[in-house]
């Protein structure tokens, strides 16, 4: 693991329990990039166990990723998995401590969304030196940050094939509580 890995790993545990309610007066999300719900509670049909835009276009933004890196360098594409696996237990651990005051029927699905999103967080950074950060880590670390959760993504979705294609990100904004 990278030491800007473990350094991230750090600040993520460092932040305070998301309660949907506190906004960080030191964060200050942009409208041009952010849509913030009225209400600070989570939408009936979020987390509901259906498939998401916001699952399909973390997936695509992962996709893209794994796909680059592998351009860049099948051997490092190659330790994918064993990072993954050996982060994930205090990633996890993570998430869950960001979800504690988070009052909601489907904490475990929130918790496993907040697990995903630290995931490809470290993913990006820890790939960095090969595939410049996309979308986790300049668009989604700020979220947290702000004490805010993402649930979606408004905007154009992102097609299968774009992960393997030069196209740029599609404008939009993530939708947060």
């Known amino acids: 693991m ?16 998301l ?17 913030q719900l009225s209400e600070p509670r989570i939408p009936a049909n979020c987390f509901s166990g259906q ?29 994918w998995n064993s990072f993954v696996t050996g982060i994930h237990p205090r990633v996890s651990e993570i998430a869950t401590q960001l979800a504690t005051k988070i009052t909601d029927p489907k904490t475990n699905e929130i918790t496993n969304s907040i697990c995903q999103d630290l995931m490809d967080m ?10 410049p950060p996309l979308f986790a880590l300049p668009r989604v670390l700020p979220v947290y940050q702000a004490g805010r959760l993402p649930i979606d993504w408004e905007g154009p979705e992102i097609d299968t094939y774009w992960a393997s294609s030069a196209k740029e990100l599609p404008q939009g904004k993530i939708v947060c509580v």
């Open 51 to 79: 498939w998401s835009r916001w699952d399909g276009h973390r997936l695509m933004l992962s996709n893209r990723l794994s796909y680059n890196l592998a351009q860049a360098s099948y051997e490092r594409l190659t330790s």
């Open 19 to 35: 309660t949907l309610e506190y906004q960080s007066p030191s964060v200050t999300l942009s409208s041009t990039l952010y849509s």
């Open 122 to 131: 470290c993913c990006e950074v820890e790939f960095a030196d090969l595939v």
């Open 2 to 17: 990278r030491h800007d890995t473990e350094q991230l790993i750090e600040e993520l545990a460092a932040l305070g329990p």
